[in-house]
């Protein structure tokens, strides 16, 4: 692909030789000829111009005369558009591998690829261009929307419904019942969850995270919505559009999430809480109570970050403040004996 190609398919502009052949990207270290690299910064524009690349893709605020390059306005998205043009995903061919076992009443689309030992239940409906890898089990009654893809061992639970252009990863458990007890004379009895769990379109849910269907009702992943590997998200969870939570991330039962969140790693919610739209929790934070849209939280409990971080500056000061109390007490006694 010609270097002005490439520019034109991520948004770009080509400076320089706009006919050299780019065929694939390379970080800075291993580049050779035939590949761009990223230098998102100064800092990094110079190993870039130093490396065997044959193009550097930089932002609109950098320039280089040393190398051909592609100037983007969003470095970062031109970067992924340049990764999934030059290096696109295989996917399989259609298909279903004769180990696979489809029950009664299951609709398959003829684009679908279902791979060696997938298990899909009855009365299921798969359209078209959905990749279900090996060893995925299906329970009766989900719908899976086009083009989405099941990595092998993903688990969908009876009755789930998941959308168009969906992802779920290895491990990935949709549907499982939530955690529900009530104590009755020191024993904990279950509570029978029989709602389900609706994933809307674009969705992307990492290896090993877990979504728990409704007790009754239903658990909802808005459209858009990035989950990371290794996350619990409770029963009756209402998550918005477009929210980014990264891993290790747990939020309990009846939580509500607006649009726009972003949650980082090891985030903790406790149940019946709402959190507002366009909210940012910064890692390790404990929400606790209701969070107004726009806020952004740290800490534990969470309180706005700015009152978190007077806290912590606080804190560190707490070793000279006890030994000044210390001594005011000392020099008191002194006083009160004489």
Same mark, same amino acid.
């Given at each position: 692909m010609k270097l002005h190609e490439l520019a034109a398919a991520i948004d770009g502009e080509a400076i320089g030789d706009r006919e050299v052949e780019i065929v694939g990207v390379a970080d800075i270290a291993s580049a050779g000829p035939g590949k761009i690299v990223m230098a998102a910064d100064a800092r990094h524009l110079a190993g870039a111009e130093g490396s065997a690349a044959s193009a550097v893709l930089i932002p609109e605020n950098l320039s280089t005369q040393r190398k051909p390059s592609v100037r983007a306005k969003n470095i970062r998205l031109a970067f992924g558009r340049a990764i999934g043009i030059l290096h696109p995903q295989r996917r399989p061919p259609p298909g279903i591998h004769p180990t696979a076992i489809l029950g009664e009443g299951t609709r398959v689309d003829r684009a679908v690829s279902i791979g060696p030992y997938a298990v899909i239940g009855d009365r299921c409906e798969i359209?078209?261009?959905?990749?279900?890898?090996?060893?995925?089990?299906?329970?009766?009654?989900?719908?899976i929307g086009e083009e989405s893809i099941l990595y092998p061992h993903a688990t969908v639970y009876a009755h789930c419904s998941i959308g168009a252009r969906v992802i779920l990863h290895s491990g990935a458990v949709v549907g499982s019942d939530g955690f529900g007890y009530a104590a009755v004379n020191g024993r904990q009895v279950k509570i029978p969850h029989v709602g389900r769990v609706v994933i809307e379109d674009d969705v992307e849910i990492g290896a090993n995270s877990t979504i728990d269907r409704a007790t009754l009702?239903?658990?909802r992943i808005g459209a858009g919505t990035k989950i990371d590997n290794l996350c619990q998200i409770g029963h009756n969870v209402t998550i918005g559009r477009d929210v980014v939570i990264a891993a290790e991330t747990g939020i309990s039962g009846s939580v &509500? =999430? *607006?649009?726009? /969140? %972003?949650?980082? +790693?090891?985030?903790?919610?406790?149940?019946? #809480? &709402? =959190? *507002?739209?366009? /909210? %940012?929790?910064? +890692?390790?934070?404990?929400?606790?109570?209701? #969070?107004?849209? *726009?806020a952004v939280m740290w800490g534990i409990p969470a309180r706005p970050h700015r009152e978190e971080l007077e806290i912590q500056a606080s804190l560190g000061r707490l070793p000279d403040l006890v030994r000044r109390v210390a001594e005011l007490e000392r020099r008191r006694g002194k006083d009160d004996k004489v």
């Open positions: 359209e078209q261009q959905v990749v279900i890898g090996s060893a995925c089990v299906i329970g009766d009654g989900v719908r009702g239903e658990t &509500t =999430i *607006g649009d726009r /969140v %972003v949650m980082a +790693g090891k985030v903790g919610v406790v149940d019946h #809480v &709402t =959190i *507002g739209e366009g /909210v %940012v929790v910064l +890692g390790g934070a404990a929400i606790r109570k209701d #969070v107004p849209p *726009g």
